[in-house]
């Protein structure tokens, strides 16, 4: 049997597999509705480990990776590699439809699972397994993404402190486009040697991702807030696509970790006392936030004095900053600095629109 008859072949048996499964799930749903017991969805998760990678690969929806080049090592540094894989990255995204969840995500995932489009295969022709990363994130910083998990300070981590499947280093760009709209880009390096990630240490495993929104950019998402002076306002539109409780949070971003220490005495740090009140809160920023519908009056307005925090990572902290139920549409939101902290200056802050996802 030739290759190509081989392969029809299997994306045929996929897409009948495919098919019995909605089918079954179909008629399932139309017998008992809304009153499946939760515990009936862990096997059809389960199932779905199997199914949704299938379903990605052979998606009509999505386009094709373009052809790439043949080789990349005519690139000389890290420079040209990065320039070279942002105008992949870029001619591909020109390419793409909007991003939304398949169907087979509904059935066979859990509703906290979000959906990106693989772009693993660019990213890894121009970062391959082996390189440094060092170079790796050189050529992801050329490309315009922001290094925002970035290795352990020593370049080791202590076998203790290793998750089970290895920390990764993640970099990111998310930005408007024009016409307008949003992207979304992930990054994430493997260690070849388990907890080793020195400048000089080899890259195992290079994954990517990108999201396109078009028009009003979708929770989670983050917008920048000058907080250091009274009266800065933001105004945005944003698409609500699922009913849930969204939160509000304001988060502040170091750029390394040396900024860390200093980053948390405006912040907070987190601590508490006995009576579970912040013992550090950091400075307080109070806020006004409002929420319409676009084109009607707010039904959300309050006024909050931010402090304390309640989430940390490497180089994020956040701090909530108010929240409420929405229904899919289109949001206008006001947020209003009420007073000047200078000591915010140089700290960068975002309002960023999230969900819990165990909620």
């Known amino acids: 049997m030739s290759k190509p008859e081989a392969s029809e072949r299997k994306t045929g048996s996929m897409a009948g597999l495919l098919l019995t499964l909605s089918i079954l799930v179909g008629t399932l749903y139309a017998i008992v509705g809304s009153a ?27 386009p094709r990776l373009p ?20 105008a992949k990255i ?10 939304r969840k398949p169907w087979v995500y509904k059935y066979f995932a859990p509703p906290y699972v979000g959906y990106s489009v693989d772009i693993g295969r660019i990213v890894r022709h121009y970062i391959p397994a082996g390189a440094s990363f060092d170079e790796a994130e050189r050529i992801l910083m050329a490309a315009g993404l922001t290094v925002d998990w970035p290795r352990p300070p020593n370049g080791v981590m202590e076998p203790a402190h290793i998750p089970r499947h290895d920390y990764q280093v993640r970099a990111s760009l998310e930005r408007g486009t024009d016409p307008p ?25 290079v994954t ?74 950091g400075a307080v920023i109070p806020i006004r936030v ?45 947020v ?6 200078p000591e915010l200056t140089d700290v960068k802050v975002d309002f960023t629109i999230t969900w819990d996802a165990r909620i």
């Open 36 to 62: 499946i017991p939760p515990v009936l969805f862990f096997p059809l998760w389960i199932v779905g480990d199997a199914v949704i990678p299938a379903w990605d690969a052979i998606d009509p929806t999505v």
């Open 67 to 86: 052809p790439l080049p043949k080789d990349a090592s005519d690139l000389k540094n890290a420079d040209a590699r990065g320039k070279a894989l942002r």
């Open 90 to 99: 870029d001619q591909y995204y020109a390419s793409l439809p909007e991003t």
């Open 181 to 205: 709209g949003y992207m979304r880009i992930y990054v994430r390096l493997s260690p070849q040697t388990r907890g080793d990630y020195g400048a000089n240490s080899a890259v195992g495993a």
């Open 208 to 281: 990517g991702s990108i999201v396109k929104q078009l028009g009003a950019a979708a929770p989670p998402v983050s917008f920048p807030l000058d907080a250091s002076r009274a009266a800065t306002e933001l105004d945005v539109l944003v698409k609500i696509p699922d009913t849930r409780f969204y939160q509000f949070d304001l988060t502040f971003r170091a750029a390394n970790p040396s900024e860390a220490p200093s980053l948390r005495k405006v912040s907070g740090d987190g601590s508490r006392r006995l009576d579970g009140t912040e013992a550090s809160p």
């Open 290 to 334: 409002t929420v319409a519908n676009e084109g009607h009056p707010p039904f959300y307005d309050r006024t909050i004095d931010t402090k304390g925090t309640y989430r940390f990572s490497y180089l994020q902290i956040s701090r909530q900053a108010g929240g409420t139920g929405l229904r899919p549409g289109l949001y206008r939101f006001k």
């Open 336 to 341: 209003t600095t009420l007073k000047d902290i």
